[in-house]
């Protein structure tokens, strides 16, 4: 996305779901997390479009509308809390 920032560890997870068109995903994922305050500069060759919001209006919007979203964002989302002030991670 054009940045570079500091980031943590916070956990990684397995899942596995099948979805309404027959595929199914079994991934193995961890997550990253990182303060960052400037304006992202993506790649236009990488990048169509992208959103930068706040993580409460991405939360609030998941639970809205969760087929805008990807399936294991929606499991991130519930687990992870994040203390930006003091860069610490809680499940």
Do not use: H, S
């Not at 997870?13 to 994922?29: A, C, P, S, V, W």
Request: glycine content about 4%.
């Amino acid at each position: 996305m054009g940045f570079d920032c500091k980031l943590i560890k916070a956990f990684c997870f397995r899942y596995k779901t099948k979805f309404d068109n027959g595929l199914i995903e079994n991934e193995y994922d961890c997550v990253f997390i990182g303060k960052y305050d400037g304006k992202p500069q993506p790649n236009p060759k990488e990048v169509i479009d992208c959103k930068w919001i706040p993580l409460t209006r991405l939360k609030e919007d998941i639970f809205k509308n969760p087929q805008k979203y990807t399936y294991w964002l929606n499991k991130v989302l519930k687990k992870i809390k994040y203390n930006f002030d003091n860069e610490k991670v809680t499940q």
